[in-house]
């Protein structure tokens, strides 16, 4: 087969240019939107990583990665527990910093074609990480790589940097009627 047939090769060369893009908001399917991003992706040959800030228990979209997506690789950087955000535990922040690190070497090894960052405006707006490290990130990302940023309160510098932002707004939420945490909904 002619090298250039190879999908993913295919796709590099339409990817001039690697894009910023950051899923925010208060309303529901920041993160299944990222996850949606990376399945179109996968399907055309990428490699693609997702680091998950602030999280520690496997998703359906990890379970599911494990099971049939050997391309998409899922690291949890957090606890399963909630974070408060005026009194962060030193292993919220821990986790966190090790996540970002982790970030920074993936983006910068060209071992990916995507990568995400779930969360990770909440963990600089929580400020268990330097919202500097994060700007200087993506500063720094090679031109061709994708690069996703979700979580509620994306701050305007990381606003500022993005090609695409889209903010989830809340019209209604099924939590507000009583509807509990639901396997295949919100895990
Ligand atoms: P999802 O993971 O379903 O795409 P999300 O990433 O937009 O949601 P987060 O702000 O990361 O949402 O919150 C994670 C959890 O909170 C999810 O279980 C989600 O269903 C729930 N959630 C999201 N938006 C709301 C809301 N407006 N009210 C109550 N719960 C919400
Ligand atoms: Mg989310």
């Given at each position: 087969?002619?090298?250039?047939m190879?999908?993913?090769?295919?796709?590099?060369k339409?990817?001039?240019?690697?894009l910023?893009?950051v899923?925010?908001?208060?309303?529901?399917?920041?993160t299944?939107a990222?996850?949606?991003?990376?399945?179109?992706?996968?399907?055309?040959?990428?490699?693609?990583l997702?680091?998950?800030?602030m999280?520690?228990?496997?998703?359906?979209?990890?379970l599911a990665?494990?099971?049939y997506?050997?391309?998409?690789?899922?690291r949890?950087?957090?606890l399963?527990?909630f974070?408060m955000?005026?009194?962060?535990?030193?292993?919220?922040?821990?986790?966190?910093r090790q996540?970002?690190?982790?970030?920074?070497?993936?983006?910068?090894?060209g071992d990916?074609?995507?990568?995400i960052?779930?969360?990770?405006?909440?963990?600089?707006?929580?400020?268990?990480?330097?919202?500097?490290?994060?700007?200087?990130l993506?500063?720094d990302?090679?031109?061709?790589?994708?690069?996703?940023?979700?979580?509620?309160?994306?701050?305007?510098?990381?606003?500022?940097?993005?090609?695409?932002?889209?903010?989830?707004?809340?019209i209604?939420?099924?939590?507000?009627?009583g509807?509990?945490?639901?396997?295949?909904?919100?895990?």
């Amino acid at each position: 087969m002619n090298a250039a047939m190879d999908p993913r090769e295919a796709v590099l060369k339409r990817h001039r240019k690697g894009l910023v893009q950051v899923y925010t908001g208060n309303g529901k399917g920041k993160t299944t939107a990222a996850f949606g991003q990376a399945l179109r992706a996968i399907g055309q040959g990428c490699r693609v990583l997702v680091i998950q800030f602030m999280k520690g228990r496997k998703y359906g979209e990890f379970l599911a990665a494990e099971k049939y997506l050997p391309n998409l690789a899922i690291r949890l950087s957090g606890l399963d527990s909630f974070v408060m955000r005026d009194n962060p535990a030193p292993l919220d922040i821990e986790l966190a910093r090790q996540g970002l690190d982790l970030a920074r070497q993936a983006v910068l090894s060209g071992d990916y074609d995507m990568v995400i960052l779930d969360e990770i405006n909440v963990a600089a707006d929580f400020k268990l990480i330097p919202l500097a490290d994060v700007l200087a990130l993506i500063r720094d990302k090679p031109a061709g790589l994708d690069l996703i940023l979700t979580g509620r309160y994306a701050p305007p510098e990381i606003i500022a940097l993005a090609d695409t932002v889209t903010e989830m707004r809340e019209i209604r939420h099924h939590y507000n009627a009583g509807v509990k945490d639901r396997a295949g909904i919100e895990y």
